[in-house]
C-alpha cells in the first residue's frame, strides 16, 4: 500500500479495553494486556509509513478515579511494557516522550519511564509519546498559570502573547499538531484529549476496540484520511 498524503502526526484515543474483556468474561486487566498488542502492531506499521510523530492516550487524569485494584495493575503493567520494549525502542530509533501530570504515578514506574526517555533520546526516528495521567483542561489551565506568571516577571508583555507563544506553554512544545485523531470502540468524543491541539486536526471513529485494533485497521484509518480535503478555514479552490 502506498500513500501520495501521509499524516506527519497521528493520535490515538485507545478506548474499548474494559469492554473487549467484559465480551470475554475476563478481568479488564487482561483487555490492557492485549491492548498492548495493538501498540506494538501501530507502532511497527507507523515505522512503516515513515510516520514521525505518534502520540496515544495511555492513562487520562480522569482514570485516578477507577477502581484502586485496576490503577494498580495498570502502573505495572506500565512499567513492565516500558522495561520489556527498551530494546525494541532503541533498536528502531523510537524516541519516547510523555505528556501529562506524571507526579502522580508511582515512583517505580515513573523511575522507568524517565529512564527510557533518557536512553531513547535523539535517536532520530518515529517520536511517540505516552500520554500519561494527562488531562487538556489541566494543560490549558498549566500554559494560562505559565504566561500569567511570566507577564508578572515582566519576562513577557501581554501584546507579545501568540498562538506559537502559547504552544510554546503546553506539555506538547515542539511537536506539531495531529494531522489525524484516531479514535476506537464507537464513542464519538476528544475525552479530554488534545483540545487545543487538534483544532484542525482530521478525526476519524472506528467501533473496532482498542484490543482488535491492528496495523491494518491503521492504514484503513490512513487511506480514509487521504480523502480528506483539510481548509483550516480557507476557502478550497
Not at 166 to 194: K, Q
Amino acid at each position: 500500500m502506498t500513500f501520495k498524503n501521509i499524516p506527519s502526526h497521528i493520535a490515538v484515543i485507545m478506548d474499548g479495553n474494559g469492554r473487549w474483556a467484559k465480551k470475554r468474561n475476563l478481568a479488564r486487566i487482561y483487555g490492557h494486556i492485549e491492548g498492548i498488542k495493538s501498540l506494538k502492531s501501530v507502532i511497527k506499521t507507523a515505522i512503516k509509513y515513515k510516520i514521525k510523530y505518534l502520540t496515544v492516550y495511555a492513562f487520562s487524569s480522569e482514570n485516578w478515579q477507577r477502581p484502586p485494584e485496576e490503577v494498580v495493575s495498570l502502573m505495572e503493567l506500565l512499567d513492565e511494557y516500558i522495561k520489556i520494549e527498551l530494546p525494541y525502542l532503541i533498536k528502531n530509533k523510537i524516541e519516547l516522550q510523555f505528556i501529562g501530570n506524571i507526579e502522580k504515578i508511582p515512583e517505580k514506574s515513573k523511575s522507568a519511564l524517565l529512564d527510557a526517555v533518557q536512553k531513547t533520546k535523539n535517536l532520530g526516528g518515529l517520536i511517540l509519546t505516552l500520554a500519561l495521567s494527562y488531562g487538556s483542561r489541566e494543560e490549558i489551565l498549566n500554559a494560562v498559570s505559565k504566561i500569567a506568571e511570566s507577564i508578572e516577571k515582566g519576562d513577557v508583555k501581554v501584546k507579545d502573547i501568540s498562538g506559537e507563544y502559547f504552544s510554546s506553554c503546553l506539555y506538547t512544545a515542539g511537536v506539531p499538531d495531529p494531522d489525524l485523531l484516531i479514535r476506537t470502540s464507537g464513542e464519538y468524543r476528544l475525552s479530554n484529549f488534545l483540545l487545543y491541539q487538534t483544532a484542525y486536526t482530521e478525526l476519524y471513529f472506528t467501533r473496532t476496540l482498542w484490543p482488535d485494533f491492528r496495523g491494518k485497521n491503521l492504514v484503513a484509518a490512513m487511506k480514509n484520511y487521504e480523502k480528506r480535503i483539510r481548509r483550516f478555514g480557507k476557502t478550497h479552490i
